[in-house]
């Protein structure tokens, strides 16, 4: 092909050639030489390859334009350097990006007919190209863009008639074949729900129901094939016909019964949410407040209108380090951290609050925020403490009517042990008088006078330890468990001994330790004695038992007496507070209740059991365990 063809002309002829139709025209114009150099370009080419400068002409296209603008052109150009003019349709990379472009190639000949360059007339296509593909999925879309949407379609093509016209997916939503609804007016009316009729117009009103905007929207709710009714969006457009007036309606019904009902739930969690008697609080991780209900507001003194900051400007630093050092790792770890805490600066003052905090999560496990509930304990825990005294006072009324009933027996418990004495000296004193003192009969009242003192002295020291108020009533120590029994055992014998209740211990084992205060201890040992006493005074046969069995880590120490049981009616209620079968003046109804709840702060309990055919209550103690010790060794130990 380069043999036939001269010599490209120069750029000044070329220019000279096209005049200002080629500089000025409104298309890409370019002169290529059958080397593929770009010899000529009009202005519009400035205008489009923005980065291609003058000095650049005369060079190959592809250098200029890029190989990938080169390689959408050179088909063209090829044909046109053959002789043939052709058209084709490209995209070109643009420096803002790629375009479509109508491409006019044109083979320019000398004077011998040989082709010496190509014109190419480029015509930027782009916003056509689109124009046209968007019309040819138009309609496609809008096709499926209905069905796509859960939205019925409607016409009314004139309000005058009682014709109307629906897309099959409004029958669809109501649950109704085609064939089952009517296309008139009159019978969709018939299924709006009775309530909603004072939203319907007639065609007389058109024109005052759209005065302001052909566009309006109304919601009510329309009767399914189910017969429930639900809630549905109506968007309706008038419009109007020649003489000026709104005669056609188009609309589209969209169901929004869920929506209404989250509507409805969210405004009724919003009303509880405000009225709250609590303090509600949603904050992110950081402290940000995104949300606060009333109750909060009122005690911060916060406007819940304007942005409330960071919550811990409101708090104190000790408040902030518990929070990000405690509360927040539970949190992150377990979902939520509950507990009690003082609020030093909420509504300016102190405050005891018991609090949860719950955390929620994003899809990816993150912690986006926090809500926390506080309730407002302040009153409560004063009045929790008011309850410790009144409790401590009830116990100590207790301990002291425990006294009381011990009062009759301890002239027996001591004068019996002081007679033994006097006897002992007056003898004593005879054998001095007629000189028959030996070492071996004063060896004897010596050694049975020790042992007398012993007795009374651990009568009275009894006496004086449970009467103490200085032991603190929370001290835990590890006492063994017979000698707990054997101090109360001390205390009552001789009463029991003068009234023949005897005290069986033949299935008792004691030698293990408990974890108890003892002071409280046997004045629960001593409360039950005194009640078995009471219950069996004129019964003829008088005992009170005393048996252990060892579960785990606790041991069960069974007091029972030879009663009867107790009837359901009392045994039920026999627990609480002041209440007393017994005669008035002879009980105070509080060392039950007493009992057990000096059982459960030592980790214990105290129970009736009514499966006895006799009268038996069960104490739960905790064992002491040296490290080491198992509980099959403990086994072995009470069946041996």
């Given at each position: 092909m380069s043999s036939n063809q001269s010599k490209a002309p120069s750029f000044k002829k070329i220019e000279d050639r096209f005049g200002a139709f080629a500089k000025e025209g409104p298309f890409i114009l370019m002169y290529i030489t059958p080397n593929y150099e770009l010899a000529f370009v009009n202005k519009s080419f400035f205008d489009y390859f923005h980065t291609v400068s003058e000095d650049q002409l005369g060079k190959p296209i592809e250098e200029v334009l890029g190989a990938e603008s080169f390689a959408a052109l050179k088909p063209s150009i090829d044909k046109a350097l053959e002789g043939k003019s052709c058209n084709f349709e490209t995209i070109i990379s643009l420096p803002h990006g790629k375009s479509?472009?109508?491409?006019?190639?044109?083979?320019?000949?000398?004077?011998?007919?040989?082709?010496?360059?190509?014109?190419a007339f480029l015509t930027d296509i782009t916003e056509k190209k689109f124009v046209e593909s968007a019309l040819e999925e138009s309609y496609e879309r809008q096709i499926l863009t209905v069905k796509s949407l859960d939205?019925?379609?409607?016409?009314?093509?004139?309000?005058?008639?009682?014709?109307?016209?629906?897309?099959?997916?409004?029958?669809?939503?109501?649950?109704?074949?085609?064939s089952e609804v009517e296309p008139s007016v009159s019978h969709f009316l018939s299924l709006i729900h009775p309530e909603d009729q004072s939203k319907i117009f007639g065609s007389e009103e058109i024109?005052?129901?759209f005065a302001e905007s052909p566009r309006i929207e109304r919601e009510f709710r329309v009767r399914t094939k189910s017969g429930q009714y639900r809630w549905f969006r109506?968007?309706?457009?008038?419009?109007?016909?020649?003489?000026?007036?709104?005669?056609?309606?188009?609309?589209?019904?969209?169901?929004i019964h869920e929506e209404k009902e989250t509507h409805n739930q969210m405004k009724i969690y919003k009303e509880i949410f405000d009225n709250s008697p609590d303090y509600i609080i949603l904050f992110n991780p950081e402290g940000e407040v995104l949300e606060m209900n009333q109750k909060y507001c009122e005690a911060l003194g916060v406007d819940k209108s304007k942005k409330i900051g960071n919550?811990?400007?409101?708090?104190?630093?000790?408040?902030r380090k518990f929070f990000f050092e405690v509360v927040l790792p539970e949190v992150k770890e377990n979902g939520f951290w509950q507990g009690e805490i003082e609020l030093k600066k909420l509504a300016n003052r102190g405050q005891f609050a018991n609090v949860v905090v719950n955390g929620v999560c994003d899809d990816n496990g993150e912690l986006i925020y926090l809500t926390s509930v506080?309730?407002?304990?302040?009153?409560?825990?004063?009045?929790?403490?008011?309850?410790?005294?009144?409790?401590?006072?009830?116990?100590?009324?207790?301990?002291?009517?425990?006294?009381?009933?011990?009062?009759?027996?301890?002239?027996?418990?001591?004068?019996?042990?002081?007679?033994?004495?006097?006897?002992?000296?007056?003898?004593?004193d005879k054998m001095l008088s007629r000189k028959e003192v030996t070492e071996e009969k004063l060896e004897h009242f010596v050694g049975m006078s020790k042992k007398t003192i012993k007795r009374i002295a651990r009568i009275v020291s009894g006496l004086l330890r449970f009467s103490n108020q200085g032991l603190k009533s929370d001290e835990i120590h590890n006492?063994?468990?017979?000698?707990?029994?054997?101090?109360?055992?001390?205390?009552?014998?001789?009463?029991?001994?003068?009234?023949?209740?005897?005290?069986?211990?033949?299935?008792?084992?004691?030698?293990?330790?408990?974890?108890?205060?003892?002071?409280?201890?046997?004045?629960?040992?001593?409360?039950?004695?005194?009640?078995?006493?009471?219950?069996?005074?004129?019964?003829?046969?008088?005992?009170?038992?005393?048996?252990t069995e060892i579960r785990g880590q606790t041991i069960l120490l069974r007091v029972a007496d030879s009663g009867s049981g107790?009837?359901?009616?009392?045994?039920?209620r026999m627990m609480e507070p002041f209440f007393s079968t017994k005669e008035v003046g002879k009980g105070t109804g509080l060392g039950l209740s007493i009992s057990k709840t000096i059982m459960e702060s030592m980790s214990g309990d105290l129970n009736y059991n009514p499966e006895n055919d006799n009268t038996e209550f069960v104490l739960k103690l905790k064992l002491h365990r040296p490290v080491g010790e198992s509980i099959d060794e403990d086994k072995s130990k009470m069946s041996a």
């Open positions: 479509y472009f109508d491409e006019n190639c044109v083979p320019d000949y000398d004077d011998k007919k040989n082709v010496k360059g190509v014109i939205v019925g379609i409607w016409d009314w093509v004139d309000v005058d008639s009682d014709t109307v016209y629906w897309s099959s997916k409004f029958f669809e939503l109501l649950g109704y074949d085609q024109d005052e129901v109506h968007s309706m457009f008038a419009v109007k016909n020649e003489e000026g007036d709104y005669r056609r309606i188009v609309g589209a019904s969209r169901d919550m811990w400007d409101r708090a104190t630093t000790e408040e506080m309730r407002d304990i302040t009153e409560s825990k004063k009045m929790q403490q008011q309850i410790e005294v009144e409790r401590a006072k009830a116990y100590q009324s207790s301990r002291l009517a425990a006294l009381g009933e011990m009062a009759a027996g301890v002239a027996h418990e001591i004068n019996n042990p002081l007679a033994i004495l006097m006897g002992a000296a007056h003898n004593l006492y063994q468990l017979s000698d707990l029994v054997a101090n109360v055992i001390d205390m009552c014998s001789e009463k029991f001994m003068s009234h023949g209740v005897q005290v069986l211990l033949s299935e008792f084992e004691g030698d293990q330790e408990v974890e108890v205060n003892r002071i409280q201890m046997e004045q629960v040992l001593l409360n039950l004695f005194n009640n078995s006493y009471d219950a069996i005074g004129d019964l003829d046969e008088k005992w009170i038992k005393l048996t107790i009837p359901e009616e009392i045994h039920e």
